[in-house]
């Protein structure tokens, strides 16, 4: 079965470059239409969608969110990225990497707040 794990920094100061990665486990992340999600919830708020990238590496991302995230992978590893430029206290939220295509399966999510 699919498992998919987040990991970076918990705390990003303002301005900086939060950068997330997403471990996957008991599949390719290069399997024929599976798409690989960065969604994330701030306290108090529902979820938002931030991109995709999709089995063949090709990208999508929130139109709100475009001029500031970007999405990659390490097919060696397994493993796809979610960087955020710019952040504010604004971004503060709990981070979720997600596959869809062939069911739905998270992660544990990870938080991460923006903070001085």
């Known amino acids: 079965q699919v498992q998919l794990q987040e990991s970076g920094p918990g705390l990003v100061k303002p301005s900086q470059t939060l950068s997330l990665t997403c471990t996957v486990s008991?599949?390719?992340?290069?399997?024929?239409?599976?798409?690989w999600r960065w969604i994330r919830q701030p306290p108090g708020k529902g979820l938002e969608w931030m991109g995709v990238?999709?089995?063949?590496?090709?990208?999508f991302y929130s139109p709100s969110l475009k001029s500031r995230t970007s999405i990659s992978r390490d097919t060696s590893k397994n493993q796809f990225s979610l960087q955020l430029s710019s952040v504010t206290p604004e971004d503060t939220a709990v981070y979720y990497c997600?596959?869809?295509?062939?069911?739905?399966?998270w992660g544990q999510g990870t938080q991460v707040t923006v903070s001085s």
């Open positions: 997600a596959r869809t295509g062939g069911g739905v399966y």
């Open positions: 990238i999709r089995y063949d590496g090709s990208t």
């Open positions: 008991g599949g390719s992340i290069t399997t024929s239409n599976y798409n």
